[in-house]
């Protein structure tokens, strides 16, 4: 199995003080498939990580590890 590595959609949502729930509802995905996402099982598709850099207001690139670059 592939593993992704999206290790900083897990540290923005702490950051926010938001739980993988609340995620969830805002993109409107079951809780289970964004914790997928976290853990790195799933590949995110493109349009969840364009929304998730929208609400985190960080660029795609950063959020998937691309730069560091906020």
Known sequence: MVKYEYSRIRDLREDKDKTQEDIAKLLNVYTTT?????????????????????????????????TDKK
């Not at 207001?57 to 691309?66: A, F, H, M, Q, R």
Request: with cysteine; hydrophobic share 25%; aromatic share 16%.
């Open 34 to 66: 964004y914790q997928r996402w976290e853990r790195g099982e799933t590949e995110i598709p493109c349009h969840v990580v364009i929304q998730l850099s929208k609400y985190y207001n960080t660029s795609t690139d950063y959020l998937l590890g691309v």
